[in-house]
Structures are given as structure tokens and as C-alpha cells.
Antibody
Framework: EVQLVESGGGLVQPGGSLRVSCAASGFTFSNNWMHWVRQVPGKGLVWVSH????????NYADSVKGRFTISRDNAKNTLYLQMNSLRAEDTAVYYC???????????WGQGTLVTVSS | DVQMTQSPSSLSASVGDRVTITCRAS??????LNWYQQKPGKAPNLLIY???SLQSGVPSRFSGSGSGTDFTLTISSLQPEDFETYYC?????????FGQGTKLEIK
């Protein structure tokens, strides 16, 4: 089955760190750009970061630049988002998504909730 | 950053109606515009990519048009399962910004 499955969300204190993962199956992970998108429950979608298929290039939203790091392990078919110096405003559901520059985000995971609170 | 402005923010319509949602970019994005549908508590689902290409498996009542800065999503005959929230997104340049969403409600 073609799918993305996120894991690793949870409750973390402000200033803390968390790594969320996205396991891919059913397609050639190493051929695809991957993205992280977040959504505060009840609010809109916000693109967070993306990484090229071979990991050679990454980009970030200004709101997370310098605090979040996207990476991938093509041998394990897994995408990661390392989140450091977390703030209350980072509280959201984090989705991973597969998509190239001209195709849109064609496949999404179910999302993992990250809550930053003391 | 490219700002994406959707209108309206909410829309009331009836089953069988034809509805149009618009999305305006703050600068030209060529045809790098995608449309998504999202159900509550679920991940978004791609409907239209590259402004007018229908994603595989999406009903043909959905269509998209536009280029440059102005884009539209049209649903030709609303079905009960279409009363959800819709987002546009530009894929032209990072950050790949989304519109604020349009909630389609039953009249």
C-alpha cells in the first residue's frame, strides 16, 4: 500500500526538542521530494520545509529556520524533522507529504500532533 | 513571500449548485497552483495541480483554471461529499504558501 505514516509527536516543554518521523512505503521514496506541512487545529495549512530526493537541498519557512532541520534516510525510507528550541506557537499537527515542483502534494500522512506547553 | 488570498472565506450552497472559489497570488506564479480538499481531522487531498490538471481519481466535476496571479476552482454540480474546506497553494517558489481556506457549507 502506498502510504506515509508519521510518528514521534507528543507533549514537550517550551525550549525543548522533539524529532518526528515519516515512514514511507509502496513507492520509490528515494525518487521523491518530501515536505513537512503543519496545521494548528481549526486553522489553515502552513508549509514548513522540504528536501530534495537525494537530500542535497533543503528549504525552510522563516518561522522555523535555524530551529528545525529536515533530513531523510533513503535506505530506511524515512523522513525526519528535528525540532529544537520549541515554542508554544509550534503547537500543531505535523504532516509529511510527497510532492515534486510541478505535481502538488500528491500523498500525505495522517499527521502527528506536537504540543508545546509547560 | 508570495501571499495567496482566497475568496470567499466561506460559501453557502446547495446540492447541485455550481460554485467557484478564487485564489489570487501577490505575484505571478505562472501555472504553479494546486488545489486541495480537506475533511475535518484528515489530511488534505490533492484535487488539481498545475492550475488545471485533474489529479487521478478526482471526479470530473472539479476543474481549475488560471495563470499568472488569478486562479479559480470550479465544482460544476455540488455533491453532498463536497461540503468541506478547500485550499489553494503555490508551488512556484519557497515558501510554498497556502491560501487561508474556503469552507463550503450546505445552504
Amino acid at each position: 500500500e502506498v502510504q506515509l505514516v508519521e510518528s514521534g509527536g507528543g507533549l514537550v516543554q517550551p525550549g525543548g526538542s522533539l524529532r518526528v518521523s515519516c515512514a514511507a512505503s509502496g513507492f520509490t521514496f528515494s525518487n521523491n521530494w518530501m515536505h513537512w506541512v503543519r496545521q494548528v487545529p481549526g486553522k489553515g495549512l502552513v508549509w514548513v520545509s522540504h528536501i530534495y530526493s537525494d537530500g542535497s537541498n533543503t528549504n525552510y519557512a522563516d518561522s522555523v529556520k535555524g530551529r528545525f532541520t529536515i533530513s531523510r534516510d533513503n535506505a530506511k525510507n524515512t523522513l525526519y524533522l528535528q525540532m529544537n528550541s520549541l515554542r508554544a506557537e509550534d503547537t500543531a499537527v505535523y504532516y509529511c507529504a510527497r510532492g515534486g515542483p510541478f505535481s502538488g502534494f500528491v500523498l500525505w500522512g495522517q499527521g502527528t500532533l506536537v504540543t508545546v506547553s509547560s | 513571500d508570495v501571499q495567496m488570498t482566497q475568496s470567499p472565506s466561506s460559501l453557502s450552497a446547495s446540492v447541485g449548485d455550481r460554485v467557484t472559489i478564487t485564489c489570487r497570488a501577490s505575484q505571478s506564479i505562472s501555472s504553479h497552483l494546486n488545489w486541495y480538499q480537506q475533511k475535518p481531522g484528515k489530511a488534505p487531498n490533492l484535487l488539481i495541480y498545475a492550475a488545471s490538471s485533474l489529479q487521478s481519481g478526482v471526479p470530473s466535476r472539479f476543474s481549475g483554471s488560471g495563470s499568472g496571479t488569478d486562479f479559480t476552482l470550479t465544482i460544476s454540480s455540488l455533491q453532498p461529499e463536497d461540503f468541506e474546506t478547500y485550499y489553494c497553494q503555490q508551488g512556484y517558489i519557497t515558501p510554498y504558501t497556502f491560501g487561508q481556506g474556503t469552507k463550503l457549507e450546505i445552504k
